[in-house]
């Protein structure tokens, strides 16, 4: 097994944020924290979009798709956020249990 | 070796903000794997993304989380799983190998291989890329901040159902007050809110379930 060179790294790197997202999307259970979880996944999408960047000699191509990647998720994480404090005025909670139990 | 140290860093802050119990603990440690992410990307020569993600993810979103939570008044999160924990455990590890199996390199190449050292592109600097070549995107960018705004002040607004439900109300009364003197033949709307005798109760108790549907045109 050669050596790993720096973006060998920041992939394996890549791959350890998805997973920690990933666990804590199927494990929360809390409707802010989820939104949490979901910056911490896209943040691997920014690391890996630029990475592919890197390597491809696109940089600035990478950094202007990164850019909207991050603007996009600052937007979800607005309305999440907005719409998990309407969820607790309506519903007193913030757990997702809770919200399973409407009825139509 | 840097690289390293700061990947090592990313996770843990990122799982630490996974397993945190209190929300604020939460927004820290996302701040800190914010900042950290930023100082990657600068390392991997992107300063202008490296300066977006650091005052967007490590100010912007913070305060907003600070925010929600501090509305909310729910500081502490329940540590019961969706899903069973060996399950979620299963899952995570299989996608997490799947990845590790096409970026290491286990027998020779790796399937993903990353091949440094290729002629650099030719292309355009960071703002002619973003402002001429890829216009549409800016415009997608103002189109979603407009969009999240005008999403945050519809959710976050004292107009709510009751609201609505208030002023149709005033309206009601405003219109009744206008017509004192309506007989109930011709309008049936003359019981409803004000019933001056009671011989009428089953009429005005039948205007009362229409009237709010009427006025609300």
């Known amino acids: 097994m050669t050596s ?12 350890g944020l998805l997973g920690v997202g990933l666990y804590g999307l199927l494990a929360t259970r809390n409707l802010i924290k989820m939104v949490a979880v979901l910056q911490i996944l ?12 890197r390597v491809s000699g696109r940089i600035n191509l990478s950094q202007s798709l990164a850019a909207t990647v991050i603007v996009a998720d600052t937007v979800v994480a607005v309305i999440g956020l907005a719409l998990a404090v309407r ?10 249990k809770d919200l399973s139990n409407l009825k139509g | 070796m840097v690289h390293l140290i700061l990947v090592v860093a990313i996770i843990f802050s990122a799982y630490s903000a996974m397993r945190a119990a209190h929300l ?12 950290l992410t930023a100082v990657l990307l600068y390392l991997l020569g992107a300063p202008e993304v490296a300066v977006i993600e650091l005052s967007v993810g490590a100010g912007l979103v913070t305060v907003l989380f600070v925010f929600a939570f501090s509305i909310t008044g729910e500081t502490t999160v329940d540590e019961k799983t969706l899903l069973p924990r060996w399950l979620v455990w299963v899952l995570v590890l ?3 190998l799947v990845l590790g199996w096409l970026i290491l390199p286990v027998r020779g190449e790796p399937i993903l291989a990353i091949r440094t050292g290729l002629p650099m592109a030719i292309e355009p600097d960071f703002g002619h890329m973003l402002w001429q070549q890829r216009g549409l995107d800016v415009v997608v960018q103002m189109v979603l901040i407009f969009a999240g705004v005008m999403g945050l002040l519809g959710l976050l607004s ?15 009364n405003t219109a009744m007050e206008d ?7 011709e309008s049936p709307e003359g019981p409803v809110i004000e019933t001056p005798d009671g011989h009428h109760q089953t009429v005005a108790e039948a205007a009362q379930m229409a009237v709010p549907e009427e006025v609300k045109g």
Do not use: C, H, Y
């Open chain 1, 4 to 15: 790993l060179s720096p973006m060998n790294i920041t992939m394996l790197g890549v791959a």
């Open chain 1, 42 to 53: 896209v943040k691997a999408a920014v690391i890996a979009l630029v990475l592919a960047g």
């Open chain 1, 87 to 96: 969820v607790r005025q309506r519903f007193g909670s913030l757990d997702l």
């Open chain 2, 24 to 35: 604020i603990n939460v927004t820290i440690w996302l701040a800190v794997t914010s900042a």
């Open chain 2, 94 to 96: 299989a996608v997490v």
């Open chain 2, 158 to 172: 004292t107009s709510g159902p009751g609201f609505l439900s208030a002023r149709r109300e005033k309206i009601a």
């Open chain 2, 179 to 185: 017509q004192p003197g309506l007989d109930e033949a």
